[in-house]
């Protein structure tokens, strides 16, 4: 029973400090990210999805709000994806700093970023576009967990 016990406060000790780790997947990306609040988690993934991508120095360069809404939070974590993507992928920002509130199921954000220069940045994975391949978001006991796979 101790050895459980000891086992379980490593376990979520390590989890708490990690922001995401990545998965095997065969012709995707996975990656399962953590945080302790769901402003938290969003944040996290937003981070990760461009650590992922992008590499080279940032600047603060230009600030965007984005509004999503859904039905619940799978479609939020979904729709806040596609419009970090949609903006990368369209006006090639890249976002650094962010200021995130969650009322109920709208994520209203205030995000400051870069925007992608060749010159200074360059593309290490080129992710598509997110998928609603196992994903999942989960309450823990010390915060939230969740898995989301994209399109390389």
């Known amino acids: 029973m101790f050895i459980d016990i000891l086992l379980y406060f490593e376990y979520t000790v390590e989890m708490a ?4 780790e990545y998965l095997n997947h065969t012709a995707d990306l996975g990656i399962r990210v953590f945080g302790s609040t769901v402003e938290e988690l969003f944040i996290n993934t937003a981070q990760a999805i461009f650590e992922i991508q992008i590499s080279g ?7 965007i709000e984005i509004v999503v809404e859904a039905e619940n939070l799978e479609e939020l974590l979904i ?15 890249i976002p650094m700093n962010y200021d ?20 200074r940045h360059k593309i290490k994975t080129d ?22 796979v994209f399109d390389v």
């Open 17 to 20: 400090r990690k922001k995401f």
């Open 57 to 63: 120095k940032l600047a603060i360069k230009k600030e």
């Open 79 to 93: 729709d806040w994806c596609r419009e970090l993507l949609y903006n990368f992928s369209v006006h090639r920002f």
């Open 100 to 119: 995130i509130s969650l009322q109920q199921l709208k994520l209203s954000a205030r995000i400051n970023g870069d925007l992608f220069d060749l010159k």
């Open 127 to 148: 992710i598509k576009n997110v998928t609603y391949h196992n994903l999942t978001v989960k309450k823990q006991k010390n915060g939230y967990e969740a898995t989301i």
